[in-house]
């Protein structure tokens, strides 16, 4: 039987300790992440109450598409495209759940 693809790319062992050690930066980098994206949730309802106060629409779809083409114009990988894009759909949407929320008339 032929060596399957998957083991012939293994990498070479490496040490439990290395692992834990990638493990807490990524835990690290994830109360980073929650930090920032609650930051970026207050700032959209700074842009939505300034929005209200002006009597705009909270919901602007040209805008949303700009952030997806800046998100797409940033990305240098490894995560997909089409993976960052539905984060940051997800993002958007809980920030428009937000706002609306809060501006309810």
Do not use: Q
């Amino acid at each position: 039987m032929a060596p399957s693809l998957a083991s012939s790319r293994r990498s070479p062992p490496t040490h439990p300790s290395e692992i834990e050690r990638w493990r807490e930066e990524i835990d690290h980098l994830d109360g980073v992440l929650v930090r920032l994206l609650n930051l970026r949730a207050r700032l959209a309802l700074k842009v939505a109450g300034s929005k209200h106060a002006a009597g705009l629409p909270l919901h602007v779809p040209a805008r949303e598409r700009d952030v997806l083409r800046n998100v797409a114009d940033t990305n240098a990988g490894p995560l997909d495209g089409s993976a960052l894009a539905a984060v940051f759909r997800i993002i958007m949407r809980e920030s428009r759940r937000l706002e609306e929320n809060r501006f309810r008339t």
